[in-house]
């Protein structure tokens, strides 16, 4: 029996995603596909989740497909397309999972392992890390979706700069960039991660998931079209959500919001 490749725990709220398949630098075959497409359908059903967080193991987060995998598939036509179907499945999960995702970057970011950070909704990357499309060098353009994601988070020029020239940005270059919340040293970098993922421990799931939600699609509107949107939702939950008038009241209350348990 092959060994997995990611381990995937929960903690506290948090759900844990590391690639482990060091000696390939995380790269994604199909056991890994199958394995992520399984643990995010179960990540999507855990109502008690807050967060859910990627990471690498070894040097790399990942570097994308595996060579192994692109052999076959660029003289395999219907099996290239079902594999990047079910990869684009895969960032398209993220996206919509109802929490925050946050990837933490340990090592190096490429092709396909990049795009899961233009999935996530926040990126700390170590100051050591590479990361980049670097599809172009190898004459292949994107495949995973990042013509549209990188566009929208770094803006027409920077994206048109990182997929044309496939140049690889440093941790610290990323964080400018835009493409990282911060940059930080590798060794502080699981340090700074668990703090951010901290955080979300004491929030409601739903408020997480509503407030995503509406980010994710106002990025798309303007104008009264966006405000109508956003109060369309705010209004869904509040009329939905047991949990509505539970932060307001423990504030009232001088005690700890009690996400899990409150009722209408």
Not at 19 to 48: G, W
């Amino acid at each position: 029996m092959s060994s997995p490749a990611l381990e995937y725990a929960v903690d506290r709220g948090i759900a844990h995603v590391r690639f482990v398949r060091p000696e390939q630098l995380n790269s994604i075959d199909d056991q890994l596909l199958d394995e992520l497409t399984a643990v995010l359908a179960e990540a999507k059903a855990d109502r008690s989740l807050r967060a859910l967080c990627l990471t690498g193991s070894g040097r790399a987060f990942s570097v994308g497909l595996d060579l192994t995998l692109l052999e076959r598939a660029f003289f395999d036509h219907p099996y290239w397309e079902k594999v990047l179907f079910r990869l684009n499945d895969c960032y398209l999960a993220l996206e919509e999972l109802p929490v925050p995702v946050v990837s933490s970057v340990n090592g190096l970011a490429r092709a396909g392992g990049y795009e899961f950070t233009l999935a996530s909704d926040l990126v700390l990357i170590a100051d050591e890390a590479k990361i980049g499309d670097v599809h172009a060098p190898f004459g292949v353009p994107p495949g995973g979706g990042a013509s549209y994601r990188l566009t929208r988070r770094v803006g027409e020029q920077r994206a048109k700069e990182l997929i044309l020239t496939g140049r690889w940005l440093t941790g610290t270059e990323a964080a400018s960039y835009g493409l990282a919340l911060r940059s930080v040293p590798l060794e502080r970098l699981e340090e700074e991660t668990e703090q951010l993922l901290d955080g979300f421990r004491s929030m409601s799931p739903t408020c997480l998931g509503v407030a995503k939600g509406m980010i994710n699609t106002n990025r798309f509107l303007a104008g009264r079209e966006a405000v109508e949107s956003e109060l369309g939702r705010f209004m869904a939950w509040a009329g939905s959500d047991p949990r509505a008038a539970e932060g307001m009241l423990a504030f009232q209350e001088k005690r700890t919001p009690s996400w899990d348990t409150a009722t209408a």
